[in-house]
């Protein structure tokens, strides 16, 4: 089953084409990384998906929702989580929680349990009176993650989320991000770290608005002749004629 599909997806600004008729399509529960140089226009492609800017041109659905008639529903079929981590910083931890999911729509009574669980699987039982500004940024980001799909969304984007953490705890976060794929829930990620990308299940590398190279991590290096993902990145990043959008 399929939860994201694109077709010729194109985004432009006046005379500038940001993404320019991409084509994909992403299985349910699967970790789909969507790398790209800043300016080959994932940013933009992500924001489409996200149902908060209208495509110029081209088919896409997310969740089965179209993005141009139904953005109001693939919001609330889709998490997200930002390198900002999206997160009340005066907040205390609980109160993120309930208010997180409060905006889902989860119910008082679910509100009480999803609090419950969530504290008990982030080992954060003891500070769930503590301001989020007081949690180490490790911490911070696993609770980040886990509100963005507090209710069980459909598919989860991830906008470079590991920015600025250390290796060890870059690693715990990806057990987190495996562990919502086991549950069903598709996860979308870009990322800078291209020790990530082997992770994913599949990988699409972009470079000046078009889709260069969509495949397997294994299937990449064997493509390009890499011994690893970030070769490949390099590989193709030097095609790039454009910076900075």
Excluded at 111 to 129: I, S, Y
Aim: net charge positive; glycine share 8%; charged share 25%.
């Amino acid at each position: 089953m399929y939860v994201i599909e694109t077709d010729k997806l194109t985004k432009r600004f006046g005379g500038f084409t940001a993404v320019d008729r991409i084509s994909f399509r992403v299985e349910s529960g699967e970790i789909f990384g969507f790398l790209g140089a800043n300016g080959a226009g994932k940013t933009t492609a992500m924001r489409m998906l996200c149902g908060l800017s209208a495509p110029t041109s081209g088919k896409a659905t997310v969740a089965g929702y179209d993005v141009y008639r139904k953005s109001e529903q693939i919001k609330k079929h889709i998490g997200y989580m930002s390198q900002k981590f999206s997160l009340y910083a005066d907040l205390k931890v609980w109160e993120n929680i309930r208010l997180f999911g409060g905006i889902y729509g989860l119910s008082p009574k679910q509100l009480a349990r999803k609090t419950d669980e969530l504290l008990h699987a982030l080992h954060l039982d003891g500070e769930r009176d503590t301001p989020v500004n007081a949690l180490p940024l490790g911490w911070k980001q696993k609770l980040a993650f886990s509100v963005a799909i507090i209710h069980e969304p459909a598919i989860v984007f991830l906008d470079e989320p590991t920015g600025g953490v250390d290796p060890v705890t870059r690693r715990q976060f990806w057990e987190l991000i495996y562990d919502a794929s086991a549950r069903g829930i598709t996860v979308f990620v870009t990322t800078h770290y291209m020790d990530e990308a082997e992770y994913c299940h599949r990988v699409s590398i972009m470079v000046d608005g078009r889709i260069e190279a969509l495949d397997k991590p294994p299937a990449l290096k064997e493509t390009y002749h890499a011994a690893n993902m970030n070769e490949v990145f390099q590989s193709l990043a030097r095609k790039a004629t454009r910076g900075g959008v």
